[in-house]
């Protein structure tokens, strides 16, 4: 089960989640909206016309828009 993290790298939200993740031991893939448009283009169609992140899509293709990681481990089953 690998999550999709769009993020961006100044974005301290996205740090501590990346963070949070890493401790937990749940894997992940970090896209930089700010390095590819399709994946702005993505997150802002997910978010209402906003570049909100961190956005985290699920392995079922549910999107969470800056949730804590405890949400998410509930979204995983964990």
């Known amino acids: 089960m690998t999550l999709t993290m769009y993020s961006t790298q100044w974005c301290g939200y996205c740090q501590r989640l990346k963070a949070q993740l890493d401790r937990a031991g749940v894997s992940y893939t970090e896209i930089d909206i ?6 702005a283009q993505f997150v ?15 392995p079922d293709g549910r999107a ?13 089953g964990s």
Do not use: F, K, W
């Not at 969470?64 to 995983?76: E, F, G, H, Y």
């Open 34 to 39: 700010e390095h590819s448009p399709e994946a």
């Open 44 to 58: 802002q169609n997910v978010n209402g016309g906003n570049q909100t992140v961190p956005t985290v899509v699920l």
């Open 64 to 76: 969470m828009t800056n949730p804590s990681i405890n949400q998410l481990l509930d979204a995983l």
